[in-house]
């Protein structure tokens, strides 16, 4: 397939990241029905229709090069953001591997991935890289693998271990995320890094969720969605740069409310690995505007009534208290009440 690049659209400052009219159409708008609640909503994660989010294993999409320049920018500032503990360097070369494999196969014409027993050479076309290195020795390659390969794949990454019946995060790509920190949540078991989300754990979303994922087999990976908003299209949202970014809350006027608010989805997948028994969980996000969902009035109609209908403890937890009002009040001039059928189709 051949994807058009954007590759000079910025993340931060002037904001001059856009969706094509194709990507709009291919957004992941998360919402089957007109409310909204936490669930164990995972599905495996099998090959989709041409052209959708779920066509390959790793979406690469117009915005690859320009977020791969956005995450080298935030690890530049902050390399703490990329974290490995010691006893993961085998998960390390499973998600190389991984990735590598998955991205050569899926998009041939932008990389390749060329074997001689543990002799490999990885060509990345778009990114203009072509390295030759020993499979299984760290010394060949810039930097450690997990590092090197998640520089070069779009959506965060990180990297569980399973141990005592448990999950634990013991490594991380995170240059994009929703308001978590990497450097809090390093080490910590499932329930522990799930423990401020409201509502879930008395629902006992997490207790099936772990229960589940602890049985996940290898080659048959799962995937799920979830979604938040934000104001500007911004891919670094964490807890350490939030006084760049926590301000632009109060921005949101009913004037610009179609340009500023984007609603934020992650479509979650996580795959087994092969040696280290480690799972590996990326989270792909995809960054939409308010006038860009409008242009499908089926999506303003459902994103309104979710919205509308969003528990407060929610709202809050995901940080729309503040402009939730003057998002809604422009969502309703596209809501006439029209009974929507399930589903997620833009038409």
């Known amino acids: 397939m051949s994807i058009a690049f954007k590759p000079d659209e910025t993340f931060r400052d002037d904001y001059t990241y856009r969706n094509s009219l194709a990507a709009i159409r ?26 959708s989010v779920f066509e390959n294993a790793f979406d690469i999409d117009e915005h690859y090069i320009a977020e791969m320049r956005d ?7 902050d390399p703490g953001r990329c974290v490995s503990l010691p006893h993961m360097m085998d998960a390390e070369w499973d998600t190389l591997e991984l990735i590598m494999e998955s ?13 001689d027993g543990t ?18 020795d760290a010394a060949t390659l810039p930097c450690p693998p997990f590092e090197y390969i998640t520089r070069q794949t ?30 809090f949540d390093a080490g910590m078991s499932f329930m522990e890094w799930h423990g401020p989300v409201p509502l879930a754990h008395e629902l006992g979303v997490f207790e099936r969720a772990l229960k589940y994922l602890l049985m996940l087999q290898q080659g048959r990976p799962v995937r799920r969605l979830n979604w938040t908003m934000t104001i500007n299209p911004r891919l670094d949202t964490s807890p350490e740069t939030y006084p760049e970014w926590g301000p632009d809350r109060a921005s949101v006027t009913p004037d610009n409310v179609g340009d500023k608010v984007h609603l934020r989805v992650e479509l979650q997948a996580l795959f087994r690995l092969p040696r280290s028994n480690g799972m590996l969980f990326s989270i792909r996000g995809y960054l939409a505007s308010m006038n860009e969902l409008a242009t499908y009035p089926r999506w303003a109609k459902r994103l309104h009534r979710v ?38 189709q833009p038409e």
């Open 307 to 344: 919205l509308s209908t969003l528990p407060n403890e929610l709202a809050e937890y995901k940080g729309l208290v503040r402009y939730k009002p003057t998002t809604l009040d422009w969502l309703s001039k596209f809501d006439d009440g029209e009974v929507l059928p399930a589903g997620t």
């Open 103 to 115: 991205l050569s196969r899926d998009y041939p014409d932008m990389f390749t991935l060329a074997r």
């Open 71 to 77: 995450r080298a920018i935030t690890l530049e500032r």
């Open 154 to 183: 779009q959506g965060d990454f990180v990297i569980m271990d399973q141990r005592d019946n448990d999950l634990f995060a013991d490594a991380g790509m995170i240059t994009s995320q929703a308001d978590w920190s990497l450097m």
């Open 119 to 136: 002799r490999w050479t990885w060509t990345n076309k778009p990114l203009g890289i072509e390295q030759a290195f020993t499979f299984g």
């Open 26 to 51: 291919r957004f992941p708008f998360p919402f089957h029905q007109d409310q909204y609640m936490y669930s164990v909503n995972m599905e495996p994660h099998t090959k989709g229709p041409a052209g």
